[in-house]
């Protein structure tokens, strides 16, 4: 197989995003987020580029920012001028920042591909870094631009799949600096706020990584692409096609004459919920009523004026924990959890190594699974 990380991360995130766009290739419309990522790194690669015989002005850069801009993408001009004006902001203040550096540019947007042999299957995971940079003490420094406003904590950025993939294609590229444990920086550029985070890898981790590919493959082969509601879903351009958004589309395309009443129960449902405990008698029934609509009507998801009503399967799992000891007493935390308490037994095994948490998976049974009803009213805007 020959897989992206951008596809990888896709499948993390929703299966059946993956599919849509992978396998089944569907075509969609480019996102205004993607549209204006895009261009934010092509000026990022002018500004950069190590061919130019002169450093590229402020003034260029900006001209080079109009002339791309794709006003199409944005629902009205309000929203429009504030992308704009943002990515003019961003720009200035990284023109600011870095006019005049001294960098030693290795290369630009750098594709690269790590290959796995798994039970004689040869694997490919491929990529591109934006940036690649040798630092003065001999360090490379891998750099990825983010254009989102929220900050991830340095915790998260230690721990983050697309970093610990970048490492690994970079050693492939270049074997010695593993070989010799030369340390490489991965940093994240966060630039609305100007802001560089950075971390390092060691070779456990690359192992790690890398055991963590091959499962994600081994997922993939396995699945049978179910929809996973999170917090993207809004703005997934795969809306039409996914079973959770089944509803939304068939009122705007065939509205039923039940569909009237089923937004009255949605509507009732998100005014009985802000005052729950006034009222949970009569939130059970709206519940009773929906489940009921949703298993005539095969849906799992509901829209209303008012927001979404999402019913997705639940699973309870039961461990055998003299396997549990087998893994957890050599390391020193069976006692821990001699008295069982789920919480404390999920934040011990989440900080466990990437081999050590499959081998408690593999502990685990299926109990029992079950279906809940969660609400999420709308936002502002959209």
């Known amino acids: 197989m020959r897989i992206s990380y951008s596809a990888l991360d896709t499948f993390s995130t929703c299966p059946a995003k993956y599919k849509y766009q992978y396998i089944d290739k ?44 794709d006003a199409s993408v944005y629902q009205n001009d309000q929203e429009e ?45 491929t990529g591109r870094i934006d ?39 970079i050693t492939n590229r270049w074997p010695s600096l593993q070989k010799e444990n030369r340390p490489v920086k991965l940093s994240l550029y ?13 070779n456990q981790q690359a192992q790690e990584s890398k055991e ?16 996973r509601a999170n917090p993207l879903c809004s703005w997934c351009q795969y809306q039409p096609y996914c079973p959770l958004y089944k509803h939304k589309f068939i009122q705007e395309q065939s509205p039923a004459p039940d569909d009237q009443k089923i937004k009255e129960v949605i509507d009732e449902y998100f005014q009985i919920k802000d005052k729950q405990s006034q009222d949970n008698q009569r939130l059970n ?32 799992f039961s461990y055998n924990f003299n396997k549990v000891k087998e893994v957890l007493e ?26 050590a948490k499959k081998q408690i998976d593999q502990a685990k049974t299926l109990e029992r699974e079950f279906k809940v009803i969660s609400a999420s009213k709308k936002s502002l805007g959209k």
């Open 285 to 316: 029934k709206l519940k009773e009523m929906i489940n009921q609509y949703l298993n005539q009507k095969g849906l799992e998801r509901l829209f209303g004026r008012n927001g979404q009503i999402t019913r997705l399967p639940q699973k309870r």
């Open 330 to 355: 050599p390391m020193g935390k069976w006692n821990q959890i001699l008295t069982i308490d789920p919480a404390k037994f999920k934040k011990i095994i989440d900080s466990l190594p990437y081999q």
């Open 190 to 202: 966060y630039l609305i706020h100007g802001e560089k985070l950075s971390t390092l890898r060691t």
């Open 26 to 69: 569907i075509a969609v419309l480019k996102s205004k987020e993607l549209v204006f990522g895009t261009l934010i790194h092509e000026c990022m690669h002018m500004f950069h580029e190590p061919t130019r015989s002169t450093p590229v002005s402020e003034d260029e850069l900006l001209k080079y920012f109009a002339e791309k801009w």
């Open 131 to 169: 940036r690649i940079d040798k630092l003065a003490d001999g360090t490379f420094e891998l750099i990825d631009y983010k254009t989102s406003r929220k900050m991830p904590s340095q915790e998260n950025v230690d721990r983050n799949f697309q970093l610990s993939v970048y490492y690994l294609g």
């Open 212 to 227: 963590k590919i091959l499962s994600l493959i081994s997922q993939i082969k396995e699945s049978d692409f179910q929809p």
């Open 81 to 125: 001028s504030f992308a704009f004006h943002q990515g003019v902001a961003l720009l200035k203040k990284y023109y600011l920042q870095n006019q005049g550096a001294d960098f030693n540019i290795v290369d630009l947007e750098t594709p690269f591909e790590v290959p796995f042999l798994e039970n004689k299957e040869l694997h490919q995971i």
